[in-house]
């Protein structure tokens, strides 16, 4: 246990033992830290001095943590993250009459719906300051667990002891077509009629592998893959050139409808059946106070998404 010292130095103590750990190397973390090694070197003995234990073990190419170590890491973690939120926090009382929010979330969720209302947010917000990251649902996870962001949105239930799960939005699936395609005229298309068609296919996540492909499975449907590729506005050029046919989010076709004049004339999104839907999810830790610039974009945005329904 750290008994004494300044509550500050025994921050930037947690911050260059947590440099150390990531690199394995006090060199390195030297380097990265701008500071002396000898100095760094210092440091990290007054640590474990403090602690009363060893945190590392000096190998050959640099540094393991011990047992003790790795326990530190995982509290340290913990402790800056809560010292970076409470800070955060006490600016949403008013302090300094400003507000700041960490959020991660799905890329599609970034590309094709966030841009359809945070502008307005933002600017009714302004006391509000943004970070968002994007990634895939495992790193929106991790990133909420270790308390880098204040919350998330991911495309499937998590189902974590530690998380809160709140329903946001169901996103549609539908059929993306060339406008010259003889089915672009038809109200729906059933997902059997897919069997020997050309498919692109994205492969930003396992949602796909976990309940596109069992699902044409189960209806004995065997499309022609012909290309796979990440990014959905690489899929919509394909499309558009008459490579294929693709399973997309309807929330990327209204995203393309308001920023491309042209794409009704040129491609067609056309509903499927059985219907492909995912839900929408956001996760905060439970042991989390939702701050209130938090709760305002929360709130916000869950008032935008009804109206998308």
Sequence with gaps: MIRNGDAAMQLQLLEYFQCIARLGNFTKAAQELHIAQPALSKQMARLENEIGTELFIRTGRGIKLTEAGNRLLFHSERILADWEMASRSIKDLGLSGRGYVRLAMYPTFVWYMLPQFLPEFVSCNESIDLEIEQGLSEAV?????????????????????????????????????????????????????????????????????????????????????????????????????????????????????????????????????????????????????RSDACQLFLDYMTAYLNTER
């Excluded at 010259?180 to 296919?201: F, G, M, T």
Aim: glycine share 4%.
């Design 141 to 289: 996870l991790d990133w909420v667990l270790g308390h880098h962001m204040e919350a998330g949105i991911v495309t499937a239930s998590v189902s974590h002891p530690q998380l809160r799960e709140l329903p946001l939005h169901i996103e549609e699936f539908g059929l993306l077509i060339p406008s010259s395609h003889p089915w672009s005229c038809r109200d729906l298309v059933p997902l059997v009629e897919l069997h020997q068609q050309p498919l692109i296919l994205s492969t930003l996540n396992r949602w796909y592998e976990s309940f596109i492909l069992p699902l044409f499975k189960q209806l004995a449907i065997q499309p022609q893959v012909r290309l796979v590729v990440h990014q959905y506005d690489v899929i919509k050029e394909l499309v558009r050139a008459n490579l294929g046919v693709a399973l997309i989010p309807a929330n990327a076709y209204r995203m393309w409808q308001r920023t491309e004049t042209s794409i009704g004339s040129e491609l067609t999104l056309v509903p499927i059946d059985p219907p492909l839907q995912r839900q929408l999810l956001w996760i905060e830790r439970h042991d989390r106070t």
